[in-house]
């Protein structure tokens, strides 16, 4: 017969013994699951932990494409601050729920490879402290500048300045997205081609009507030209009958 309330001793007694075993052996303080280093040791401090891109990816995690975390801000291929996709239009800012994004707008543009030139971010802070992984701040960028990172390893002993990243934390390049979500981000670069495709051809579209405007105007205008040129033409001696004339004409009749 189980004696009621056993479990709860039991588990208090791991508990216990893994406290005061921590006491002598330190590697007891960390999840052995979330361990990082090839070697299976365990970083000795939170800022031990290796930082580098994909560092997730690592067979040792149990992350997998479809975890979600913390966004990131992408960027295209070459330098990250030319080839940002957030053009600082605040519009996550704003529905971001409990407020822990903060942007400071640009005052001056870039130049965008095949664009227009661009405000951009001067400052982009997330603070992970608060944010709660709902990913509004992804479904409402009309760019698809921010996405969610699956780095879940954010140890760090400051509670305030290491929880709060900064636009070069936040910054990712778009290979490493295909890295961590594949899918998706494959998904999202077919979508971002064919919306550009389709602009393309609306603009071709537009301009070609556009054309045809054109070129029927200056046909109109040539003909009224023509028209007018043929009137002078004719013999200067006749006068142009008045109006009195044409009513008398027309009474005798
Ligand atoms: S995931 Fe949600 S809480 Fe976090 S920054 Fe985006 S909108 Fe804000
Ligand atoms: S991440 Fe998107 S929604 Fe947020 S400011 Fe940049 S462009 Fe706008």
Known sequence: MNLLGAGILKGMAVTLKNFIGSYFDKERLN?????????????????DYPKEEGEQLRPTTTVTNYSRNFPMLLHDDGEPMDTIRCVACQ????????QCIYIE??????E???????????????????????????EVCPFDAIVMNSQFELSTPDRFNGLLLKRGDLLKSNQYYHKIHPEEAADRDKRIADDKAAKE???????AAKEAKKKAAEAKAKSEAEANSKE????????????????KEENTE
């Open 31 to 47: 999840t052995l699951e979330y361990m990082w280093q090839n070697d299976k040791s365990l970083p000795k401090r939170a800022g």
């Open 91 to 98: 519009i996550c800012e704003r529905e971001c729920p409990p």
């Open 105 to 110: 707008k640009s005052d001056d543009k870039k």
């Open 112 to 138: 965008r490879p095949g664009g227009k030139p661009q405000f951009y971010p001067a400052t982009f802070d997330i603070d992970v402290s608060v944010c709660m992984s709902c990913q509004i701040c992804v």
């Open 201 to 207: 051809a609306k603009k071709k579209a537009a301009e």
């Open 232 to 247: 002078e033409s004719k013999d200067p001696s006749e006068p142009p009958q008045t109006s009195t004339e044409h009513n």
